[in-house]
């Protein structure tokens, strides 16, 4: 039998202690990789935050920044900070046509709270959705629970998951509501912020109805700057009056009958002209193209919307 040569011999043996470096060494330098490729698969934690503080002073920042101290990795969205001051209906409105596009696990800190330092309760709410709700119990979760459904609701009163030694009566949002919807979305423990709540505070929110004459409705909000009539009427309720789209119909809004096409879009018409359209959220809305509505008629919300049915 012939030997292999020294040289075939060395060659051999440096070929085997090069496979147990690379099976040794090779998975330790590619786990950092590994863990860098997995972070960036695991979103970082999310508040959604929502106020009427609106943006001149300093407010928001405040409470952003007592959130980053307590989850630096934090990812803060902010839904709006210009809710009509002290509107619980228009943030209520907000809250159920955002929740949907977020996912389990969001956090949503929402402060519209003209009960500020009163006995309302600041409460966490988690939904049958797997949000939380960091708010006060003031109405603003009417309608998220009316259609998710609510899982459990704890009041705030731990003082370990708030801010400073001595809590502001009036900025309930820089020393209670930020630091716990910060705590809540780094994964701490929500139900110890304090003891369970059996219900929460709702609003009067009056549904739209339909009979033998027609729908009876009301304008609830505006359209931000650009003056569309946002109303309770769903568009399913709208279609039992029996319209298609290039009909013609005439609606009484704040005592003003208005004639106007039932169409897709606000191109449809000639400019400045009413129209009734299904808006992004499902419900009936009126609008003027490239104009105000709610300026052309004076309409300040809350106001009545009647609709007959055609034929009628």
Known sequence: MRMPSPSSQQSA????????????????????LRAQQQSALQPPPTVVFMTDFGVVDDSVALCKGVMYGIAPNLR???????????SIRDGARFLFGATPYF????VFVVVVDPGVGSSRKPVVVKSKRGQFFVLPDNGLMTMVEDRDGIEAIHQI???????????????????IFSPVGAHIARGDDWT?????????????????????????GEVIALDGPFGNLITNIGADDFLKLG????????VTIAGHEVEMPFVRTFSDVPLKQPL?????????SFALNQASFAAAYGIDPPQPVFIPRKGH
């Open 103 to 106: 996912p389990a696990g969001t």
């Open 192 to 216: 110890q912020v304090g003891p369970t709540v059996n219900e929460l505070v709702r609003l009067d929110l009056k549904p739209a109805t339909v009979d033998d004459k027609g729908l009876t």
């Open 276 to 284: 009734l359209f299904i808006d992004s959220r499902g419900r009936a």
């Open 243 to 250: 319209y298609s789209r290039g009909d013609k119909l005439k």
């Open 76 to 86: 803060i969205v902010d839904l709006t900070h210009q809710v009509n001051a002290f």
């Open 13 to 32: 043996r440096i070929f085997c202690l090069w496979l147990v470096a690379a099976t040794v060494f090779l998975p330790l330098a590619a786990s950092p």
């Open 157 to 175: 009163t731990n003082p370990d998951w708030m801010v400073g030694a001595r809590i502001s009566s009036t900025f309930h949002g820089r020393d």
